[in-house]
């Protein structure tokens, strides 16, 4: 495929017969861009839509040949490591700038996105499928069951290795939910994304595929993250679907393994791979022995505590079939034991909640560390009237999704928060490991 | 003073005869525990009660003189610089263990909390006041407004530096909103806590109140929370009273500066004092400058988006005079642009309160980074029905204070949009030197 290169000079309206010079190589366009735009690849490595107007002026300077790959070895590295599938789930990943309004927009279809990566596009043993195009901050508790199912699909169809493409702002909610509704994984199920889209100069997509191609091919057997390490811009880390959050709006590097360590790295110049922690390997479970349970309750709170947080937001969560709690510090909310004039105790209605059957959860705002009741007054009197998540270390996204999937099977209180407290999927690590000095 | 060595004997009721022996120095004990305790602290570090019974056996060992103090040079260092007042606000550095039910208690007064520091005590020159005992997650937006009046009252009293002890769980908000009611300063005001009461070996209660009287006697003049810095136990840092939050659940280095540097440190050992980055500088304001303005709205809530969040959540808040959003991402949540048939959007929901008049302020769940609504197509949707908060790099915590404060004192949409968005106490840090790369 040859590529043209343009220069393309633009007159102003202003007064001093102003001009702006653009040159770089056109490009496909998007199926939403209009006609009469043409798509520039500038040499810093920015996109740029221009339309064709009579006061624009299109030169030919150059041609170039993108069969010739600066990805020539990756690409030869990939296609040893054949038979992985990768499901496009939306996000900024799948996305590209729609240059009539300059919003970003989200891809239709895989081919797509996998056309935007020439390097990848050769590999015919890559099987692609667009499960849907929804926005990160679109997704639901029901997405995740739909990609869960599309997982155990392709691995009953002989997948090697899974890349999940999904927007960055919610990937971490549906890397722990797939972490639960897929257990006992016989092979990798890598999610991805990118925190900048395919048409800036820095972004990060290129280079989260590739890697999650190499993680897609590894020993893990888990469902992991794989995304940018660091401002380096030199590797990608894999970290444990239930351990790993967003924790930048805007860098690269956003994602963070949370009371781990990252299970691997995958260094972008030669795409190695390196262990970092234990995982879950691959051989250990057969596609027969998968565990495939995606059934979610979707009719689950999540409410943040603050100083002035009022009783009537808990009483309000009666028609929810269960509340997750980011409560202070060790896990706390206002139990006002020494009746201070104006603090208001929230135990009674946590309480109600409660008796009526309703499991509330907590987790903590701090993100990291380990919910203890065992410290404080407060703690003990939550953990008194059944407050679940004593010693778990899980982030309050984790503690939501977990919520969510064990209501999808279970009513029992006491079952429920059995199953809530017990390690299921690495969600709770062991807490002599990660004792405090 | 001096303490006594003891060692006892506690024969257990197991068949083997077991016996347990303890030796340490006896402290004085806390007035809730009962008259039949010693307290003894352990070579160790850490502090235990013990019922006198028929079986515990009790030596006398030895015996110490604890005004021969290792910190001499300390005491002298602070005594040089006097006139802090110390205001006590409950928390774990203002509690003990009390050894009847093992639960941690709340001092009653700031002399207590002083008792339990023999190095600062001699030092005539503090003076102390026992503002509250509260637990850090029984503060409300009415206890900020009491400290803020009360260190108005000691900077009017002449005092050169006022350390507030206070639980760590809720410090950040009580920083920031101390921030924006004492404008303005002419001396540092400087929030301090510990993370392990002093009971425990591993207590931080000592290092960070001695830095907080290093700090209090500093050329800061702004609100700033000084805490343990790293895991070595060799510093604190100073960090601005906007930008700051706790987060780690137990760990004592748990205060991290976001989207900023840390202002100062202090080294432990010689309690040298190292400007880190610009602050306010003592000199800048008389007391005749100072602006202070304690008004407060503590209707407002506080709000997690999380995927399957219910419209309905957003028509529940219609009785507040403000909402805070804690968003994904860059300043997210569903709008569903594309009308995917699971997701609901909430677009519609936000935009009635806001015709309504209630103030809708966006922060981000990723903690760190800036809100953008000018990237995606979600953002431009927010930023149009008239959603605060654009390009603002608050926490959620410190945008909730914010509107609570300037709630306190304006009615008009416009007003506080601008009030809001406009850096009036270093909560909001300049755009371009913070880009991403």
Redesign the interface.
């Known amino acids: 495929m040859k590529l043209k290169r343009l220069r393309i000079t633009v007159a102003t309206a202003d007064e001093d017969k102003k001009r702006f010079i653009y040159e770089g190589y056109e490009i496909p366009k998007h199926q939403f861009s209009g006609k009469d735009i043409i798509v520039l690849k500038l040499d810093n490595g920015y996109n740029i839509g221009i339309r064709k107007r009579k006061d624009v002026k299109i030169d030919i300077i150059g041609e170039k040949d993108i069969s010739i790959s600066e990805y020539k070895n990756t690409t030869r590295e990939i296609k040893k490591r054949a038979g992985i599938s990768i499901l496009n789930c939306g996000g900024t990943i799948g996305s590209r700038i729609e240059y009539l309004t300059g ?4 891809y239709v279809t895989a081919q797509e996105l996998i056309r935007q990566f020439p390097e990848i596009k050769g590999i015919t043993n890559i099987k692609t499928e667009n499960v ?13 069951s739909v990609i869960a199912e599309k997982v155990y699909e392709h691995i009953k169809d002989g997948a090697k290795g899974i890349v999940v493409t999904h927007g ?3 990937m971490h ?2 890397s722990a939910a797939l972490s639960f509704m897929l257990r006992k994984l016989p092979i990798p199920v890598i999610i991805t994304g990118a925190q900048r889209s395919s048409d800036r100069g ?1 972004s990060d997509a290129k280079m989260n595929l590739l890697c999650s191609l190499i993680a897609a091919n590894s020993d893990i057997a888990e469902v992991a993250v794989c995304m940018h390490a660091s ?1 380096n811009d030199d590797k990608c880390y894999v970290h444990r679907g239930t351990k790993v959050r ?6 690269r590097n ?1 994602f963070k393994s949370i009371n781990i360590n990252p299970i691997a790295e995958i260094m972008y110049k030669n795409l190695s791979f390196k262990k970092l922690s234990n995982y879950n390997q691959k051989g250990t479970y057969s596609v027969k022995d998968m565990r495939f349970d995606n059934r979610i309750n ?1 009719n ?9 947080f ?1 009783p009537e ?1 808990i009483n ?1 969560l009666s028609e929810y079939d269960g509340v997750v709690i ?13 009746n ?1 004039k ?4 929230i135990l009674d209605n946590i309480k109600m909640l409660i008796d009526s059957g309703i499991p509330v959860v907590m987790s ?1 705002q ?7 009741f065992n ?4 703690g ?1 009197m939550l953990k008194e009237i059944g407050v679940i998540g004593n010693f778990c270390d899980w982030t ?2 984790t503690a ?1 999704v977990k919520l ?1 999937w064990v209501l999808g099977h279970e009513k029992d209180y006491d079952k429920i928060r059995k199953e809530m407290e017990m390690n299921l999927v690495g969600e709770i690590t062991d807490r002599i490991v990660l004792i ?2």
């Open positions: 919003a970003v927009f989200p849907f195009s929804v926005l990160s901050e679109d997704i639901t508790p029901k997405h995740w960055t702002d919610t909610y549906t820095s401002i967003k924790m930048h709006t805007s860098r956003a979707d689950v709170a999540l409410v943040y505590y603050y100083p002035g009022k937001m309000n980011a409560g202070t510090g060790l896990g706390h909310v206002s139990t006002n034991p020494f201070d104006y603090s208001k105790s903590s701090t993100i990291f560390g380990r919910i203890n410290v404080y007054t407060t003990r309050p996204e939501y969510c405090d000095r």
